[in-house]
């Protein structure tokens, strides 16, 4: 009998927490033409006349994947946002991943410190 007991990865990694107007549309909508397994939940406060949400991206492909997703979708909500389409948009927590490197850097020890600094859920 072998001893050993593995513990499943979680699913969902947190990445980000970003920040909109409180009647600004639906960010999970506004996202769903992209192709990422992520979730957007609720934080648990916000201040007023703002939503704050948390960003989970699927872990189960692995850390680099968690980052270059949370990169995706954080660069994708940016820029509706410089184009006044999302109002009041702001990264509160895990601006990082706005600076996450080009997919061809990945392999460097810098990205590598990155990957290992991630928050599972």
Not at 2 to 9: F, K
Not at 21 to 50: M, N, T
Not at 63 to 75: D, E, K, P, Y
């Amino acid at each position: 009998m072998n001893p050993t007991v593995r513990v499943p990865s979680p699913r969902w990694c947190l990445m980000a927490t970003v920040q909109v107007a409180h009647d600004a549309p639906d960010l999970a909508d506004i996202l769903s033409d992209l192709d990422f397994d992520f979730r957007l939940e609720p934080a648990v406060a916000s201040p007023p006349g703002y939503r704050w949400l948390n960003l989970f991206v699927d872990a189960r492909r692995g850390q680099r994947r968690c980052g270059l997703t949370a990169h995706r979708l954080l660069s994708a909500l940016k820029r509706l946002s410089e184009s006044g389409d999302l109002a009041e948009f702001q990264v509160i927590a895990g601006e990082r991943w706005l600076a996450y490197p080009a997919p061809l850097e990945l392999a460097s020890p810098e990205a590598a410190d990155s990957e290992a600094s991630l928050r599972r859920h």
